[in-house]
C-alpha cells in the first residue's frame, strides 16, 4: 500500500525557509514520481513540484521557480521541498502525492496523506 507523510511545516516571516519532508512506504520510490501540492484557504489544491528519482527530473511551477528545490534521497524514501524567501501567498496546507511514471497530469497523482501546514506571516 502506497503512504505518505508529510512534515516540515510551521509559522515563518516572509523571506524565510523551511523544509518540507516526504516520507514514502509500501513502495518503491523510483517507480513513481512523488508530487508536492499545496492549498490554501478557500482554493483549490495546486501542484507546485514534482520529481522522478528514477532519472533525476524535476519540475516546478513558475511562481516558485527560483525559491523552491525538489530533492530525494532515495535510501531513506524521502522527497524533500525546500522553500526559501517565502511570501504570504505560499501560505497553506502542503501534501505530497505519488503518480506511476511518467505522469502526465497533476490529477495523475494521489495517495495522499496528511498535509503539513505552512504560514508566512508579514
Known amino acids: 500500500e502506497v503512504q505518505l507523510q508529510a512534515s516540515g511545516g510551521g509559522l515563518v516571516q516572509v523571506g524565510g525557509s523551511l523544509r518540507l519532508s516526504c516520507t514514502a512506504s509500501?513502495?518503491?520510490?523510483?517507480?513513481?514520481?512523488i508530487g508536492w501540492f499545496r492549498q490554501a484557504p478557500g482554493k483549490e489544491r495546486e501542484g507546485v513540484a514534482m520529481i522522478s528519482t528514477a532519472d533525476s527530473s524535476t519540475y516546478v511551477i513558475g511562481s516558485v521557480k527560483g525559491r523552491f528545490t525538489i530533492s530525494s534521497n532515495v535510501a531513506k524514501n524521502t522527497v524533500f521541498l525546500q522553500m526559501n524567501d517565502l511570501k504570504p501567498e505560499d501560505t497553506g496546507a502542503y501534501y505530497c502525492?505519488?503518480?506511476?511514471?511518467?505522469?502526465?497530469?497533476?490529477?495523475?497523482?494521489?495517495?495522499w496523506g496528511q498535509g503539513t501546514l505552512v504560514t508566512v506571516s508579514s
Open positions: 509500501g513502495f518503491v520510490l523510483d517507480d513513481y514520481a
Open positions: 502525492g505519488a503518480a506511476r511514471i511518467p505522469p502526465t497530469d497533476w490529477a495523475d497523482f494521489g495517495s
